[in-house]
T-cell receptor
Framework: GAVVSQHPSRVICKSGTSVKIECRSL??????MFWYRQFPKQSLMLMAT?????????EQGVEKDKFLINHASLTLSTLTVTSAHPEDSSFYIC????????????FGPGTRLTVT | QKEVEQNSGPLSVPEGAIASLNCTYS??????FFWYRQYSGKSPELIMS????GDKEDGRFTAQLNKASQYVSLLIRDSQPSDSATYLC?????????????FGSGTRLLVRP
């Protein structure tokens, strides 16, 4: 298989606080992990690409100081939304590609963030 | 011009019919093509990958690739109401070494009982 987990599945936080989302590949080593955001009835939007042990590459328009990504190992990446605001409320989804394989991305179940 | 284009739909088919979903892409050197299914409120799930011209079958699903026409399609035979979802076409980004995929905006499929 190629199972990716995310935690938490849902989180509600107050405006101004930070939230950390974990993404783990459970049964494979992930060369690269990706973080997406999806607003209701809209397309997936790639936020950043991360490789183990190196800095994430952010897509144009994504604030790297607001969305902190750490890829500590071949099975774990974290996204921290700092100083969250209501407009950050969205569905955050990670995906991973298998070590030494190419482009197939396996998605985690997503984290629904609500900022009040 | 969008890099990966899909008709947003909805595509409505009766139960038992063949659903045909289409996708065009702009980068001629793309080599890897994927179809993902996304149910409402859930994350995408990989259902098919195709790398060579022609057809690739997996159960009720058939992916078709025509690199000359820059066209990839997904056929779903014997469509079931449970197939109702948004289908995302994804293509590799050859100019990017990060294994990034370019996603279309998706086609919503509705299978009527």
């Amino acid at each position: 298989g190629a199972v990716v987990s995310q935690h938490p599945s849902r989180v509600i936080c107050k405006s101004g606080t930070s939230v950390k989302i974990e993404c783990r590949s459970l049964d494979f080593q992930a060369t690269t992990m990706f973080w997406y955001r999806q607003f209701p009835k809209q397309s997936l939007m790639l936020m950043a690409t991360s490789n183990e042990g190196s800095k994430a590459t952010y897509e144009q328009g994504v604030e790297k100081d607001k969305f902190l990504i750490n890829h500590a190992s071949l099975t774990l990446s974290t996204l921290t939304v700092t100083s969250a605001h209501p407009e950050d409320s969205s569905f955050y989804i990670c995906s991973a590609t298998r070590l030494l394989e190419t482009y197939e991305q396996y998605f985690g179940p997503g984290t629904r963030l609500t900022v009040t | 011009q969008k890099e990966v284009e899909q008709n947003s739909g909805p595509l409505s088919v009766p139960e038992g019919a063949i659903a045909s979903l289409n996708c065009t892409y702009s980068d001629r050197v793309s080599q890897s093509f994927f179809w993902y299914r996304q149910y409402s409120g859930k994350s995408p799930e990989l259902i098919m990958s195709i790398y060579s011209n022609g057809d690739k079958e997996d159960g009720r699903f058939t992916a078709q690739l025509n690199k000359a026409s820059q066209y990839v399609s997904l056929l779903i035979r014997d469509s079931q109401p449970s197939d109702s979802a948004t289908y995302l076409c994804a293509v590799n980004s050859p100019m990017d070494s990060s294994y990034k995929l370019i996603f279309g905006s998706g086609t919503r499929l509705l299978v009527r009982p």
